[in-house]
């Protein structure tokens, strides 16, 4: 079974919500009907038992009450609906007076009434609805009589009975009317989710630089439009990145297979001596450990983009002491002296720090003229730790610095290749400073020196 429409369920809600609410409406509007005419019944009757007390405060006895005075019957005159009865005080005995059908007679006599005034509500035997209101008085001789005055109220049963017909009759059409203006408010309420719709068709792995208008867009959905922007931004950085890399990686690849196959090639075209086959196998392992340290970089850098290590509390100087130690015979080789100064409690996973530390301080090396001097300079402050590698040698010009640690990328592409480099150093350092939420930054001038900052985000204590 196909789900049902965002809009179908929401037009539905809004629907039933409504039409519940008019039935409640049309219930309460009829309740308050019904109580206004109550009310009004009860106030008609208290104002002709006032009449009717006063009449028979006038020196009337029981005797001429068994005649009929007229003072009483003017007060019913009139009134086809309302109805006087005078009872003894006990049941039983014969009215002194009665206006009323015989039928009732014997459902009044059963009334007690207290001194006050009272109200009851009952139906005769035909099912009319009546309200009567008694009292006690007290004749001029000393005698009490029941006063039970009775009003029919069939005129408001047939003004309720109008009223149940009309909302009966004009609900449906109400009702009607309230589900297509719910449909319609849904629809148009739901209609910004269009822009989703056509945007997210038009999404493709080639084609992500479509955004979603967030132009007149209701406040919650203005929000969700401008975090899908920001991801599709994010997916299309991403995929540029990732199409960009593989150019690199294609590009980088190349040169040492194109390398390799070619001496092959020329190596076998005709017989050579052995010393020549030595020679360009020779250069065939160094071409190959040139791939193989591409590959293991690269696995290096998806292992740290994809990386969950438990951090440990580190030393930044020992762990820098570490690495300059396993660079001091290619220092003395070019005469270049490490300095390290300061300490800082870091926490981290301590293999890849290692790394990036290495990675710098082999560049340093590499950049540093004969005779001069690499310092390792680690501080700690409030915001965190800092570790400094600096050299003297050249610097590197301004246009470069944005690209510096994008993955292939070589400020002196000719020289890094024939030293050896893979264009991948400054990319793994930066990720690995990402998996430890630092960062990595660079200060350099065209005429040196040149100087890599290592930025953690918190010392540990």
């Known amino acids: 079974m196909k789900p049902a429409s965002l809009s179908t369920r929401l037009g539905l ?46 020196g009337l006895d029981d005797r001429d009450l068994v005649r009929g005075p007229h003072e009483l019957l003017d007060v019913v005159a009139g009134h086809d609906n309302l109805s006087l009865t005078l009872l003894a005080p006990h049941p039983g005995q014969a009215p002194l007076l009665d206006t009323g059908p015989p039928l009732r007679r014997a459902s009044l006599d059963r009334l007690l009434p207290g001194a006050g005034l009272g109200y009851h509500a009952w139906a005769d035997a035909g099912g009319q609805r009546l309200l009567t209101a008694s009292s006690v008085v007290r004749l001029a001789n000393g005698a009490s009589v029941r006063v039970l005055l009775t009003l029919e109220r069939s005129n408001d049963d047939a003004l309720l009975g109008a009223f149940r017909r009309s909302v009966l009759a004009g609900v449906p059409f109400l009702l009607l009317l309230v589900g297509l203006g719910a449909w319609y408010a849904v629809q148009r309420g739901l209609s910004p989710l269009r822009r989703f719709r056509r945007v997210a068709a ?118 820098a002491a570490r690495v300059a130690e396993l660079f001091l015979y290619a220092a003395e080789d070019k005469r270049v002296d490490i300095e390290l100064n300061g300490d800082a409690w870091v926490m981290g996973e301590r293999l890849m720090v290692q790394r990036a530390i290495s990675n710098l ?101």
């Open 13 to 58: 809600g809004i629907g039933l919500l409504c039409a519940g609410l008019v039935v409640v409406l049309a219930l309460l509007a009829y309740g308050a009907l019904d109580h206004e005419l109550q009310s009004r019944a009860r106030n008609e009757l208290a104002d002709k038992l006032g009449q009717v007390r006063h009449a028979l405060g006038a």
């Open 202 to 319: 038009n999404i493709s792995t080639e084609d992500l630089s479509h955004r979603i208008p967030v132009e007149k867009l209701p406040l919650e959905l203005g929000e969700v439009a401008q975090a899908l922007n920001v991801m599709l931004h994010r997916l299309d950085q991403g995929v540029q990145q990732l199409t960009q890399f593989s150019d690199d990686l294609a590009h980088e690849l190349r040169s040492p297979i194109g390398n390799l196959m070619g001496k092959a090639q020329v190596t076998l075209s005709r017989e050579r001596p052995a010393e020549e086959y030595k020679a360009v196998l020779a250069s065939g392992i160094e071409e190959l450990e040139r791939l193989s340290r591409i590959v293991s970089d690269m696995l290096f850098l998806a292992q740290v983009n994809q990386a969950q290590v438990p951090f440990e509390r580190l030393s930044l100087g020992d762990e």
């Open 361 to 461: 301080l082999s560049n340093a090396i590499r950049h540093t003229p004969e005779g001069s001097r690499v310092r390792i300079d680690i501080e700690s402050g409030l915001e965190g730790a800092t570790l400094s590698v600096a050299n003297p040698g050249p610097g590197i010009a301004p246009q470069h610095l944005p690209r510096l640690f994008e993955r292939f990328y070589r400020a002196d592409g000719g020289r890094s290749r024939a030293e050896g480099g893979t264009g991948l150093g400054l990319a793994i350092v930066r990720s690995i400073m990402s998996l430890h939420r630092g960062s990595v930054a660079v200060d350099s001038r065209p005429e040196g020196p040149t100087c890599f900052h290592l930025r953690f985000p918190e010392a540990a204590a």
